[in-house]
T-cell receptor
Framework: KNQVEQSPQSLIILEGKNCTLQ??????????LRWYKQDTGRGPVSLTI?????NTKSNGRYTATLDADTKQSSLHITASQLSDSASYIC??????????FGGGTRLMVKP | DGGITQSPKYLFRKEGQNVTLSCEQN?????MYWYRQDPGQGLRLIYY???????QKGDIAEGYSVSREKKESFPLTVTSAQKNPTAFYLC?????????????FGQGTRLTVV
């Protein structure tokens, strides 16, 4: 069964600190993996997409990694800001074009 | 501005009532989707449509119905047969259902049964 597991479920950090969110998946055959940011009560917005051949991709203070062998991805946030408080969702697409969503990590950045 | 619009933002339904959630996009996207989001769970696919006048059931279609009479519009009806409808509903669209295309999401509708 295709599954996407994210950890931790929730995380509280101080403004300016770094953090790393994890995503493990069993989706097969793999096509790509996206990280979305979802503000409370809003729709998710794409941060980055990782394909099979990509190991690292950055988007400003966000850096995503992908290890296709171990089926793991991470999202690293550098120098966190209050506006980073949101849920971060890992979404994996298989070669049959079906999306499997992780349950998300709820990040709270405190001043 | 181009985008995908859901309305209303909040919706209250009495038990036994049908309600319809609106989703409109002006992105000229062929594919549209409806997802349900419950706390602590991943989004689950209700229905999707790849082209006008055609749609397919997702993983949790029971108790829901959709129509796709226009490319821009993909309304979702939550029927009285849906036993636990209280949730956050997200509509999305993409250029197509082909690989690597990004799904753009609306702002969501929070449905509460009272």
């Amino acid at each position: 069964k295709n599954q996407v597991e994210q950890s931790p479920q929730s995380l509280i950090i101080l403004e300016g600190k770094n953090c790393t969110l994890q995503c493990n998946y069993t989706v097969s055959p793999f096509s790509n993996l996206r990280w979305y940011k979802q503000d409370t009560g809003r729709g998710p917005v794409s941060l980055t997409i990782m394909t099979f051949s990509e190991n690292t991709k950055s988007n400003g203070r966000y850096t995503a990694t992908l290890d296709a062998d171990t089926k793991q991805s991470s999202l690293h946030i550098t120098a966190s800001q209050l506006s980073d408080s949101a849920s971060y969702i890992c979404v994996v697409r298989n070669a049959g074009n079906m999306l499997t969503f992780g349950g998300g990590t709820r990040l709270m950045v405190k001043p | 501005d181009g985008g995908i619009t859901q309305s209303p933002k909040y919706l209250f339904r009495k038990e036994g009532q049908n309600v319809t959630l609106s989703c409109e996009q002006n992105l000229n996207h062929d594919a549209m989707y409806w997802y349900r989001q419950d706390p602590g769970q991943g989004l689950r696919l209700i229905y999707y449509s790849q082209i006008v006048n055609d749609f397919q059931k997702g993983d949790i279609a029971e108790g829901y119905s959709v129509s796709r009479e226009k490319k821009e519009s993909f309304p979702l009806t939550v029927t009285s047969a849906q036993k636990n409808p209280t949730a956050f509903y997200l509509c999305a669209s993409s250029v197509s259902t082909s690989l690597n295309t990004e799904a753009f999401f609306g702002q969501g509708t929070r449905l509460t049964v009272v």
